[in-house]
């Protein structure tokens, strides 16, 4: 599942057997890049909070006490002035994980309407950048029939590398890391 407005790796199942077969994998691989406001500290860690519905605000995801179980883990690859480019491998699966956890860190990621910097947001829209920096690059899973891996991967969209570019990093730079 993706977020909307969140881009890259989709896979839908044509059957309910192969989705629940893809569903109950272990060895399921999902990483993201985010660009996030802040500097992630240390460049390196885990993020595990329980997440759960808002207490007040239903539409929206919060960690809270009794939420199910999340866990997140980063990596900085590119630290900018008032920003960061991070790898985030997810061990959990929750509604919106990544884009909580970074934000209850006071990380959001940039262009994320929900749980994002607001002014900061309506700064990107005016600069022609109306849109969540985050983007689901990397997948590898067991074939549902066969027994063998599958590695897929994204390239990053032109939106992210040009504001990447903002900030003097190009995308031949983080592939590199």
């Not at 009794?66 to 866990?71: A, T, V, W």
């Not at 690859?77 to 008032?82: K, R």
């Not at 262009?111 to 829209?125: I, P, Q």
Request: charged fraction near 25%; glycine fraction near 8%; include cysteine.
């Amino acid at each position: 599942r993706l977020d909307r407005n969140t881009t890259g790796l989709l896979l839908i199942a044509k059957h309910p057997e192969v989705q629940y077969q893809i569903a109950k994998q272990d060895a399921l691989v999902r990483e993201y890049l985010a660009l996030i406001e802040g500097s992630l500290t240390p460049a390196e860690g885990t993020i595990d909070a329980p997440i759960g519905r808002h207490p007040s605000r239903e539409w929206k995801m919060a960690i809270i006490e009794g939420g199910r179980e999340s866990i997140t883990h980063y990596d900085v690859i590119e630290a900018m002035p008032g920003a960061c480019l991070a790898e985030i491998h997810l061990e959990t699966g929750r509604t919106h994980q990544i884009r909580v956890h970074l934000a209850h860190g006071g990380h959001p990621i940039l262009g994320d309407e929900k749980y994002g910097d607001f002014t900061l947001n309506k700064v990107l829209d005016e600069m022609g950048h109306n849109r969540m920096f985050l983007h689901a690059f990397h997948l590898e899973m067991k074939h549902p029939k066969k027994d063998e891996m599958l590695v897929l991967e994204a390239p990053m969209p032109a939106a992210f590398e040009a504001m990447l570019a903002r900030f003097g990093v190009t995308a031949d730079a983080v592939q590199d890391e």
